[in-house]
């Protein structure tokens, strides 16, 4: 079993930065990758980004040049650094981290994110 804890939401300013952190913990098969989806209201969850036990990573078009998604495998943690934060970045934004053979999802409970204009 995988247990998943963000922590870092919060309210800033357009323009302003923040700093998510999830932490993992349990049975983690070493070949993963994790990534930080968003649900906004009366909006659809989406990606946002993601990021191999390798380092690779990849983002959705709307955060590329702000947002960096990093992590640590020795602490399980993986982070997403966002800069020049804008009021449509406001939403809920969720740890995932996904394993192989077999294909399994974790989810933590999120953590919100409000951008004010």
């Known amino acids: 079993q995988v247990q998943l804890v963000e922590s870092g939401g919060g309210l800033v300013q357009a323009g302003g930065s923040l700093r998510l952190s999830c932490a993992a913990s349990?049975?983690?098969?070493?070949?993963?990758?994790m990534g930080w989806y968003r649900q906004a209201p009366g909006k659809q969850r989406e990606l946002v980004a993601s990021?191999?036990?390798?380092?690779?990573?990849n983002y959705a078009d709307s955060v590329k040049g702000r947002f960096t998604i990093s992590r640590d495998n020795a602490k399980n943690t993986v982070y997403l650094q966002m800069n020049s934060l804008k009021p449509e970045d406001t939403a809920v934004y969720y740890c995932?981290?996904?394993?192989?053979?077999?294909?399994?999802?974790?989810w933590g409970k999120g953590t919100l994110v409000t951008v004010s204009s």
């Open positions: 349990g049975s983690i098969f070493r070949l993963n990758a």
């Open positions: 995932n981290l996904k394993t192989y053979a077999p294909i399994m999802n974790y």
């Open positions: 990021i191999s036990s390798g380092g690779s990573s």
